[in-house]
């Protein structure tokens, strides 16, 4: 089974900075690796799928990179709705499609 | 409008028994794949189960093989997961969630989720 790992767990930044977050496949996805966002009390969102590839109706300041087993999820200029907890999610369609654990991005 | 709205959750005691609901409107459900996700209480997202659109192809995570099965009901145009010999470890939000796919990059996604429905174990 492929284990996602994300880091940091916690990200404290202030509005307007960068956010980078990081995950790692313990083997190759390829570019089957998928961002999710997700606020409190809310279902998850998708952010981005296919590594790169941004989800319909999200913003351009999100970014993601990466293939094989690093990837990256970049928020630029951060704004107050983006703080919240991000899942990175092997998505190959062979399961199991494991999420990584998390990396919450709070307010500094 | 694609909406997803889970059901059947509620209080139940170790060893028993649960029945959720997922029902679906505004698109057919038979033509997707669909996936169980769950998350215990301030802890992160874990994927339970996939159907496929054929509903020959079923799988489930190692932590609920054995006992959760998931299934279809085309003409309600409904996913369930049957869960049986429950676990303190199995309370937590279940989200029933659409798999779709980009033909024109050639891509899975998990595009649609429902509002999740809570499972307390517990005596």
């Known amino acids: 089974e492929i284990v996602m790992t994300q880091s940091p767990a916690t990200l404290s930044l202030s509005p307007g900075e960068t956010a980078t977050l990081s995950c790692r496949a313990s083997?190759?996805?390829?570019?089957?690796l998928a961002w999710f966002q997700q606020k409190p009390g809310q279902a998850p969102r998708l952010l981005i799928y296919?590594?790169?590839i941004r989800a319909a109706g999200v913003p351009g300041r999100f970014t993601g990179r990466g293939s094989e087993t690093e990837f990256t999820l970049t928020i630029s200029s951060l704004q107050s709705e983006d703080f919240a907890v991000y899942y990175c999610?092997?998505?190959?369609?062979?399961?199991?499609?494991?999420f990584g654990g998390g990396t919450k991005v709070e307010i500094k | 409008e694609v909406q997803l709205v889970e059901s059947g959750g509620g209080l139940v005691q170790p060893g028993g028994s649960l029945r959720l609901s997922c029902t679906a409107s505004?698109?057919?459900?038979?033509?997707?794949?669909m996936n169980w996700v769950r998350q215990a209480p301030g802890t992160g997202l874990e994927w339970v189960s996939q159907?496929?659109?054929?509903?020959?192809?079923?799988d489930y995570a190692e932590s609920v093989k054995g006992r959760f099965t998931i299934s279809r009901d085309d003409a309600r145009n409904s996913l369930h997961l049957q869960m049986s010999r429950l676990r303190v470890e199995d309370t937590a939000i279940y989200y029933c969630a659409r798999e779709n796919y980009d033909p024109s990059h050639g891509y899975y996604l998990f595009d649609s989720w429902g509002q999740g429905i809570l499972v307390t174990v517990s005596s």
């Open positions: 999610q092997k998505s190959d369609n062979w399961p199991p499609l494991t």
């Open positions: 296919g590594a790169s």
């Open positions: 159907i496929r659109g054929s509903s020959t192809f079923r």
């Open positions: 083997q190759s996805v390829s570019t089957y």
């Open positions: 505004g698109f057919t459900l038979s033509t997707y794949s």
